[in-house]
């Protein structure tokens, strides 16, 4: 006969697969016959956009473009001038463990781009892309109990068995099992239960929203007659539950690089655009945790007409996709054990192991570096500083950025030099054998010319998610047999309680419960033990 359980399932996603790959992209792009030949490249910039993921059989494929900039300077002409290009890529990263139909969370960021020239009527791209991407499977534990309304078994051949299974109850066999002895009787189950307290994935959310806004150049700033080149970069704030929902704020940050009418120098402006949205996510309640990966999926910015009081405005229309990954602590009692008094009980388990969230921690610095320079700067026009991949040290996390000024030289010649920014992290409250993760957000850089060198400063905040594995063992089915028995077997035995021999073990043993041998010894309600003493131990009746 087997015991019909109540079974509520928590549903929640294991991590399949993390992925990571660097990988460069180049590109040729001809000089259009209406512009001059070009002399010499100044600088170069560019956005990486994401266009489509794609889960397959053992591999995930992300594929989009960079919009690239160069700044370059005509030959037999003072003022700079600016050639745009898309840069396709594609990129499939292969892991065994990723199928089709999983959850994905992917990111690609641009870790660095310059480019050449090859001839004056042709320059050579190249850029250094980092690809990001996590895949998420479902999966579920069930969580077993005895109904509140079903609290007992009930031994084969009666009618609230048959009811129970969902079978037929056959008057005649009952008739025969009563008159062979069988009784209609109903037998309560000693049910021991385990407690699982996770903190796992429950849910992964994605929306795709546009950032669109008209920018007016702050006042100060020269007019624009072109832009030569631009760059979008994305950060999230703040994320919030607000019911089955994640609140998520962040802004979109541009510069623009342009010409202007008013001076022979290249000019610079930065806009930050703050953006709100809301993700549906299954989850509820305020115990969950958050992690908000943005993405551009287009990137559309250009010189609009000036306005009414004659200040220069910018159009941006920039398309994000907001992807979270949301964790939730969970706590339920189960059935671990379980067992009749008087029938012989099999109990069938399965282990289940579930990664959840542990800890959560910030940090924050400023990291400051020194370019050397060739010559003394007049001036930083902008200051752009590339994302490089995060490693893990003993005692951390370190990574290396890339740095890329744009500066005026004494002699009004346009300039830039590029530099590598080493950054380190101890993080002592992460065991250096321990899972952990860390994701760098970089703040706005700085920029200033000092003697012989350019000084920068850029804010860098380093997050670090710690996880730690639950296992549970729960009773998923109980299948009680034939009546135990208890001819030639004493009704009183001693036992002695020990770490390996627990109260529950003894009544189970004996076919005692717990409550009748803490009766028996007077111990209080509560007592779990009594280690190294004796146990007088009563059989259920």
């Not at 399949?16 to 040729?28: G, M, V, W």
């Not at 030099?417 to 080493?422: H, K, S």
């Not at 109260?503 to 779990?528: C, F, H, P, V």
Request: charged share 25%.
């Amino acid at each position: 006969m087997e015991m019909k359980l109540k079974t509520n399932n928590i549903n929640y996603y294991r991590k399949l697969a993390h992925i990571t790959a660097a990988q460069e992209e180049t590109q040729e792009l001809i000089v259009p016959d209406s512009l001059p030949d070009a002399l010499s490249i100044v600088n170069s910039d560019g956005t990486a956009i994401l266009k489509n993921k794609e889960a397959g059989d053992g591999s995930v494929t992300l594929s989009g473009v960079i919009r690239a900039h160069a700044v370059y300077l005509p030959d037999g002409a003072s003022k700079p001038r600016g050639l745009s290009t898309q840069i396709p890529f594609s990129v499939t990263l292969e892991n065994s463990e990723i199928a089709p139909g999983c959850k994905l969370v992917a990111n690609v960021k641009l870790s660095g781009i310059d480019a050449r020239l090859l001839n004056p009527r042709k320059l050579l791209f190249r850029a250094d892309l980092l690809f990001e991407a996590d895949a998420y499977g479902s999966g579920a534990v069930p969580i077993t109990s005895v109904p509140d309304d079903k609290p007992a078994l009930t031994p084969a051949g009666s009618k609230a068995d048959a009811k129970a299974k969902g079978a037929v109850y056959n008057p005649q066999e009952a008739k025969s099992a009563a008159k062979s002895g069988a009784k209609e009787e109903t037998v309560k189950a000693e049910v021991r239960n385990g407690f699982l307290e996770i903190n796992p994935v429950v849910d992964v959310g994605e929306k795709p929203f546009t950032v669109s806004e008209e920018l007016t150049l702050p006042s100060g700033k020269a007019p624009i007659s072109s832009i030569v080149k631009s760059s979008v970069s994305l950060t999230p704030e703040e994320t919030k539950p607000a019911g089955g929902k994640a609140v998520v704020k962040g802004s979109a940050n541009i510069n623009i690089v342009y010409l202007s009418t008013d001076t022979p120098d290249l000019q610079s402006a930065d806009f930050s655009v703050p953006f709100s949205e809301i993700i549906d996510v299954c989850a509820d309640g305020d115990s969950r945790s958050f992690d908000v990966t943005l993405v551009p999926t287009g990137s559309y910015i250009q010189e609009a007409s000036e306005d009414s009081y004659g200040a220069s405005r910018v159009l941006v229309e920039i398309p994000v996709l907001a992807q979270a990954v949301v964790w939730q602590k969970i706590a339920a009692p189960y059935i671990a054990d379980a067992y009749c008094t008087a029938y012989e009980t099999d109990c069938k388990t399965e282990r289940y192991t579930i990664s959840g969230l542990d800890k959560e921690q910030v940090y924050r610095d400023t990291v400051r570096a020194s370019l050397p320079i060739p010559d003394t700067a007049r001036q930083v026009t902008c200051v752009r500083v590339y994302p490089g991949r995060v490693r893990r040290d003993n005692d951390g996390f370190s990574s290396t950025l890339t740095a890329d000024v744009l500066y005026i030289g004494e002699d009004d010649r346009c300039l830039s030099i590029q530099g590598r920014i080493e950054l380190e992290f101890k993080t002592p409250e992460f065991e250096a054998d321990s899972e952990a993760s860390g994701k760098i957000i970089l703040g706005e850089a700085f920029a200033a010319p000092i003697a012989g060198a350019i000084e920068i400063r850029v804010p860098v905040e380093l997050q670090v998610r710690g996880f730690e594995a639950a296992t549970a063992e729960p009773v998923t089915e109980i299948t009680v047999g034939e009546a135990k028995s208890f001819e030639g077997l004493p009704s009183l035995v001693l036992a002695r309680v020990s770490p390996e021999n627990s109260l529950w073990s003894i009544a189970k043993k004996y076919s005692s419960t717990q409550s009748l041998i803490r009766s028996a010894n007077g111990l209080s309600d509560d007592a779990d033990s009594a280690n190294g003493g004796m146990l007088i131990v009563t059989r259920a009746r």
